[in-house]
C-alpha cells in the first residue's frame, strides 16, 4: 500500500526564516509527487507535480524537490500569508488515485 | 475558468440520518473524485467516475455510502445512515486525461459534516 509521511507535522516560523518540509514516500511505481496547499476551510490548492528524481519546481517563495525517496518543499523567505497547511501525495502507475499524508501545518509569524 | 462547486457548504444532521452532497466539475473534466478528510489527516479518496462510469470504488463503504454520476458531469455523494465516525469534510475533485494520463486533480471548497 502506498504510503506519505511527512514532517514536521506543524511549524512556527518567524517572517523571512526560511525552512524546509519534508515527505517521505514508499509507492509500486511512482508516476507522480504532488504539493497541494490547504487554508482553513478550503480545499487543497494544487502547487507542483514532480515526476522523476532529481526534478525540480519553483513558485514564488516555494521550491519543491524530489528523490528517490522523499520530497521537500523549500520556503524560502517566508511571508504570513504563506501560512497553511501543505499537503504532499504520491500517484501510483495504474493507479489513478492520490495517497496523502496528514500535511504539514505551517505558521509564519509577522 | 470557474473552479468545482459543491453545496451545501455546511451540513449537520443526527446519527441514522440521511445526506446528500452535490458536485459540480470543472467544464470538460471528465474525470471526477469524492474524497474524506477527517480532521487532522490528508484527503481520502471514496469514488472516482471517469465520465459517468466508477473507476474507482474500493474505499467506498458501500454498506451506507453511495454516488452517481449520470449525463457524466455533475455527481451527488450519499450517506444512509449516517454515524458519528463520518463527521468529516467531504471534497469534490475533478482532473482532465490526456492521451490517457491523468492531470493534476482541482478540488472544491468541501462539504464540513457534522453528525451529532
Known amino acids: 500500500e502506498d504510503q506519505v509521511t511527512q514532517s514536521p507535522e506543524a511549524l512556527r516560523l518567524q517572517e523571512g526564516e526560511s525552512s524546509s518540509l519534508n515527505c517521505s514516500y514508499t509507492?509500486?511505481?511512482?508516476?507522480?509527487l504532488f504539493w497541494y496547499r490547504q487554508d482553513p476551510g478550503k480545499g487543497p490548492e494544487f502547487l507542483f507535480t514532480?515526476?522523476?528524481a532529481g526534478e525540480e519546481k519553483e513558485k514564488e517563495r516555494l521550491k519543491a524537490t524530489l528523490t528517490k525517496k522523499e520530497s521537500f518543499l523549500h520556503i524560502t523567505a517566508p511571508k504570513p500569508e504563506d501560512s497553511a497547511t501543505y499537503l504532499c501525495?504520491?500517484?501510483?502507475?495504474?493507479?489513478?488515485?492520490?495517497?496523502f499524508g496528514k500535511g504539514n501545518q505551517v505558521v509564519v509569524i509577522p | 475558468e470557474a473552479g468545482v462547486a459543491q453545496s451545501p457548504r455546511y451540513k449537520i444532521i443526527e446519527k441514522r440520518q440521511s445526506v446528500a452532497f452535490w458536485c459540480n466539475p470543472i467544464?470538460?473534466?471528465?474525470?471526477l473524485y469524492w474524497y474524506q478528510q477527517i480532521l487532522g489527516q490528508g484527503p481520502k479518496l471514496l469514488i472516482q467516475?471517469?465520465?459517468?462510469?466508477?473507476?474507482?470504488d474500493s474505499q467506498l463503504p458501500k454498506d451506507r455510502f453511495s454516488a452517481e454520476r449520470l449525463k457524466g458531469v455533475d455527481s451527488t455523494l450519499k450517506i444512509q445512515p449516517a454515524k458519528l465516525e463520518d463527521s468529516a469534510v467531504y471534497l469534490c475533485?475533478?482532473?482532465?486525461?490526456?492521451?490517457?494520463?491523468?492531470?493534476?486533480?482541482?478540488f472544491g471548497p468541501g462539504t464540513r459534516l457534522t453528525v451529532l
Open positions: 467544464s470538460g473534466h471528465a474525470t
Open positions: 501525495a504520491v500517484q501510483a502507475w495504474g493507479n489513478n488515485r492520490l495517497a
Open positions: 475533485a475533478s482532473s482532465s486525461v490526456l492521451a490517457g494520463v491523468y492531470n493534476e486533480q482541482f
Open positions: 509507492v509500486s511505481g511512482l508516476r507522480g
Open positions: 514532480l515526476y522523476s
Open positions: 467516475f471517469q465520465n459517468n462510469g466508477v473507476v474507482d
